[in-house]
Nanobody, 119 residues
Framework: QVQLVESGGGLVQAGGSLRLSCAAS????????VGWFRQAPGTGRELKAA????????YYADSVKGRFTISEDNAKNTVYLQMNSLKPEDTAVYYC????????????WGQGTQVTVSS
């Protein structure tokens, strides 16, 4: 089991920045990658960024590329999502999730943190 706890959400004006944190505990050595998803009202949960637990390979969805940066601190078992140049359409609940193999599903999820971007 891997436990994930997100923090860092809040209300920010368009153009502003936020940094989300995802603290992992438990069997973190079995984690292959951690992803940040978001879900806006009335929509499905979408993967926006991911990072391999070791090695630092990253993925970004086109909608956030150039604005969001995912990083990890293995010593703290924490993954960060730095979000710059925020837009109202970035408003959503953000979740981090852990994937235990390259073709596996994201099996472990945090509780989510709300990000609201005002225009």
């Amino acid at each position: 089991q891997v436990q994930l706890v997100e923090s860092g959400g809040g209300l920010v004006q368009a153009g502003g920045s936020l940094r989300l944190s995802c603290a992992a505990s438990g069997r973190t050595f079995s984690t292959y990658a951690v992803g940040w998803f978001r879900q806006a009202p009335g929509t499905g949960r979408e993967l926006k960024a991911a990072i391999s637990w070791s090695g630092g390979n990253t993925y970004y969805a086109d909608s956030v590329k150039g604005r969001f940066t995912i990083s990890e601190d293995n010593a703290k078992n924490t993954v960060y999502l730095q979000m710059n140049s925020l837009k109202p359409e970035d408003t959503a609940v953000y979740y981090c999730a852990a994937q235990d193999s390259p073709r596996g599903s994201y099996s472990y999820w945090g509780q989510g943190t709300q990000v609201t971007v005002s225009s």
